[in-house]
């Protein structure tokens, strides 16, 4: 069976928690979760006739004072940037993540997601800032963790680009 590392990285309170547990355990709660340091679950899943074992790392949110240790990311075979769809901020906070990723890193595959979609009605992040990350090479992914919408299509994606 394949073991993969992903992490879930991101500004807090963009929902990393929340669709770490909505993949594993389908469940959600609107209770606000604070996650401190890291917080590891694990899922397998079936791609085909293999089995691949995701390690969840769910990462402490970032903010102007508390920066992901990049220590948290060594051996990640891929992660998942979060951003907040109603708080462009977060999406500003995922773009300094990757560079900072990248540095230290260099390419890991990853997915961007745009979380809270059920609130796309209050999103704030205009078009045009997604697209040019698009035309940087991002690949956006709209996610509730609220409604389930998007999210275990999601981790099964970025696990099939993680098996190959």
Do not use: H
Not at 26 to 55: C, H, M, N, P, R
Not at 87 to 109: D, H, K, N, Y
């Amino acid at each position: 069976m394949l073991q993969r590392k992903i992490c879930l990285l991101g500004a807090f309170g963009v929902g990393k928690t929340s669709l770490v547990r909505r993949y594993v355990d389908t469940i959600f709660s609107d209770a606000y979760l604070t996650t401190v340091g890291v917080k590891i679950d694990k899922k397998v899943v079936s791609l085909g006739a293999e089995q691949v074992a995701l390690i969840l790392w769910d990462i402490a949110g970032e903010d102007e004072v508390a920066a992901v240790r990049m220590s948290y990311l060594r051996g990640a075979a891929g992660y998942l940037l979060v951003a907040d769809g109603t708080r462009p901020e977060t999406l500003e906070a995922a773009t300094s993540i990757q560079s900072r990723i990248v540095v230290e890193l260099g390419r890991v595959p990853f997915l961007a997601l745009l979380n809270k979609a059920d609130l796309a009605q209050d999103w704030a992040i205009s078009a045009a800032r997604l697209q040019a990350l698009e035309d940087a090479g991002w690949t956006f992914r709209r996610t509730s963790a609220k409604t389930g919408a998007g999210v275990e299509a999601t981790f099964e994606e970025l696990a099939a680009l993680l098996a190959r």
